[in-house]
């Protein structure tokens, strides 16, 4: 990180046909996927993939120069390419769930030294892959700076040249240190939110007024648990750590939306057991997320359940009474994503039929569906829908500036985190 910020725009010079190439191609990608509803996501997929292969040529011309820096004899700088690009994609391959062993992603191993590459991996993806495009802001201002004082120097040739002397070396120096800092900065916050901020449990309270709500229910507590997806890293004492806080909080009802494993269909009993410990006066009740459904577990997930007093709600309802009064409480399954298209097509059609027959007039109805398809649909009289999925909070977000600064958000995803209202109609997604 000692090296300056001129061979750092060197290297981008030096692999500027391949990193325009690539930087093009996922614009294009980006923008038909923009244009275009059907397959836009996996468009939008190819374009994340196309700026990581930039990212990592990137990255890679740059470990060969700290090569340079700190290996004695200074080797030949083609000698040391070779190695480095051998070693990256030995360490790559191996990490690849597809193509290498598989254990990043699809994996049933938690033992330390495993949760280790785990952690190593995913910081280096997200942290490199946002320092690169940093990087490339950065130096387009630089670039646009620049051009614009050789335009005021071709202007006025005499006034510029001395104040171009005395700013030239400590103007070198700011930029030096800002692009140290720049780069830096995403492989910092990666680390901080893999080894910190990942198990900082935050209780968020959400007053929520429904027009036709009975006055038996005023004040009604419900506690909504989502995407749990019980891994490496988030383990079964961590999810027991956010029971006990939840059944702290003394909800009158706890609502469980879905996503309670990851990849590993063998971790199922391990989270039942983890969330059995939730307790609440009107119940347990939750819905299947597509992690369920991917993985085929949803049958045997919910037996699991039922076995420790916690009720699946697939596409049934339960009315959830205080005195003479009730709530209509629907669970809808999420369905396959992994699915064919056409297959997801049907699925995606039946939703509204099912959710109408369990509807109830006249009654206020509250939906748990792992992702909110059916809201904005006001023929079904849904009040409040309450979902997940999307991660909102968790995945590449600067919410703490503004709610649409995420990457869900820039794939077109309409709702993310918080309270959204549509005419009487009201959708709240766990933050996760
Ligand atoms: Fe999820």
Known sequence: MTSSFLPVCRRVVAHWRAIVVLLILACVAFLVARSDEFGGFELILLALLLIFIASQIFWLGRLVDVGELLIPGRPRRVWLTIVTVVVYLFVFLYSYPE?????VIRAADYRP?????????????VGSMSAFLLVIVFGAVDRVVR?????YRKARPAAADAEAALQSSGRRRFLERTAVLVSATPFLAAGY??????????????RIRLARLPKAFDGFRIAQLSDIHIGPFTTAEYIRRCVAITNGLEPDLIALTGDYICWDPEAQGEVVRALAGLRAPHGVLGCMGNHEADMGIE??????????GI???????????????????IGIDHGNDLAADAERQVEGDRRPQRLKALVM????????????????????????????????????????IHRGLNLSSLMGVPYIRGLYKNGGEQLYMNRI
């Open 361 to 400: 007039p006249n009654t206020v109805n509250i939906l748990l569906i792992h992702y909110p398809h059916a809201f904005g649909n006001h023929e079904l009289g849904i009040d409040l829908t309450l979902s997940g999925d999307i991660h909102g909070g968790g995945q590449l977000s600067l919410d703490f």
């Open 147 to 151: 051009a614009a004082e050789w335009v």
């Open 193 to 206: 939110g893999l080894l910190y901020e990942r198990q900082n449990v935050e209780v968020v309270r959400q």
């Open 99 to 103: 193509w290498g062993l598989g254990h």
């Open 311 to 329: 009720r699946m709600l697939r596409q049934e309802r339960a009315p959830i009474r205080l005195g003479d009064e009730m709530l209509n409480l």
């Open 113 to 125: 030294q495993i949760v280790l590459i785990h952690a190593v991996f995913w910081w280096w993806f």
């Open 299 to 308: 049958e045997s997930i919910t037996r699991l359940f039922a076995a420790q």
